[in-house]
């Protein structure tokens, strides 16, 4: 089993940027595709980003292709998502998430980090 622990999140105006990152503990990243998803408050958990175990596609949501990137470093067992030009619709908790390699579904959650962007 496998540990996922967010950081980074935090408050940014309109427009800047901000970096969150995932940590996994237990079991190395490296049999994980990962992904990053979000809550708004009254709101569906909606997808953001993933990434292949091995780093070689990534997946963006509509909603934020051209402004976010997923990364990951699998001999850090930390997967990142940088997050540019923010907008106030970006607010919400963020949560990373790890799917074993071969299932469609995301079995480990982490506990998420709150993202607020100010306007």
């Known amino acids: 089993q496998v540990q996922l622990v967010e950081s980074g999140g935090g408050l940014v105006q309109a427009g800047g940027s901000l970096s969150v990152s995932c940590t996994a503990s237990?079991?190395?990243?490296?049999?994980?595709?990962m992904g990053w998803f979000r809550q708004a408050p009254g709101k569906e958990r909606e997808f953001v980003a993933g990434?292949?175990?091995?780093?070689?596609?990534?997946y963006y949501a509509d909603s934020v292709k051209g402004r976010f990137t997923i990364s990951r470093d699998n001999a850090k067992n930390t997967v990142y998502l940088q997050m540019n030009s923010l907008k106030s619709e970006d607010t919400a908790v963020y949560y990373c998430?790890?799917?074993?390699?071969?299932?469609?579904?995301?079995?480990?959650w982490g506990q998420g980090t709150q993202v607020t962007v100010s306007s």
């Open positions: 990434i292949r175990w091995n780093g070689d596609t990534t």
């Open positions: 237990g079991r190395t990243l490296r049999s994980y595709n």
């Open positions: 998430a790890a799917g074993v390699v071969g299932r469609r579904t995301y079995d480990y």
